[in-house]
């Protein structure tokens, strides 16, 4: 078993190093313009890559509050699930279809400190988290554009209003999705529905039956969660949700490298702020509708040209926006590799 988590170890570690070297000489820009760029960015870097710092740790304490909500808290550290936090979404970013790679590397990595069980249900939790609280995300910013086009800063056009539509719809259907998967878990459910697949039907039906027992606990563990100990689920949902925001700051920064403050003063960096949120709010929502891409390839840049075009600014801002995210999440990645291999 341990020769296999090694041989595992190994074959995460490739593949977002080979994600990383792919990324490097598939940017859209020469390397002569990304330099450019990043002097240009200069200073800046320093705090648009230091507050993934905030960020990770806001999702480890969200993740923390569900290990503990299962009853396994006091047996894993906080920085060990930190570590984990970020080499997790190191592997998201670096594999198609978002988690295809963090979570079974967390479950396998969770689970030499609880049992599998345990770490099974807690990773699953926190994905559905993650997920709830991207949506309540969106969800929350149509009130913050339709605040800001009665303020009379932003238009309501025919375009906005479709958006609108089918954020608010996604959101209607995610809330009954996620309350019946809370109330009742998922694993076995979302198992059949993967038998429902051309193909995978056997494959479903074989492992239900030999993890029939061990999958019902998971569920009955994800359930238990949202009804017996409903401060760990909210702690967590509301961490979640919190961070989203503070990514927010990360375009806030580059706006204002770019001069762009909307008057200055407390009033103008508020109104950037709110910008800001609507920028990331859109293009995670496209990034996340079309998820199995790794790294979102081209979706994360067009969301930020057309959102940031949307609000009345320039092409040349988003396309600059969408390189020091790029940027900075391979600097991500890479750090999340390098510890994955410090054990």
Sequence with gaps: MKWTRRRLNNLFFFLGVATVVVMLFTFDVSFVELWHDLCQAGYWLIPILGIWVIIYGINALAWQSIIRGVGEGGKVSFWRIMKLT???????????????????????ELSKDIDKKSATSSVILYAMMHMFAHICFWFSSIFIYLALALYGDLPLTTTTWILL???????????????????????????????????????????????????????????????????????????????????SFEVMFMLLLFGVDCGGGPMGLWLTFLHSVLIMAFTTFMANLIGFLPMQLGVQEGGFVISIAVLGLSAALGIFVSIICRVREIVWIVIGLLLMKRE
């Design 86 to 108: 970020v080499t997790g979404y190191a592997l998201n970013y670096a594999t198609p279809v978002g988690g295809l790679g963090g979570e079974p590397y967390r479950i396998m």
């Design 165 to 247: 539509g089918m954020i608010t719809t996604l959101f209607l259907l995610a809330f009954i999705l996620f309350s019946k998967g809370y109330r009742n878990g998922m694993v076995v459910k979302t198992i059949r529905w993967i038998g429902k697949i051309p193909g995978l039907k056997g494959w479903s039906r074989r492992f239900l039956e030999r993890h029939d027992e061990s999958l019902k606990k998971i569920d009955s563990q994800i359930a238990a969660l949202h009804q017996q100990d409903k401060r760990a689920f909210y702690t967590s949902l509301s961490l979640e949700f919190l961070s989203r925001y503070v990514q």
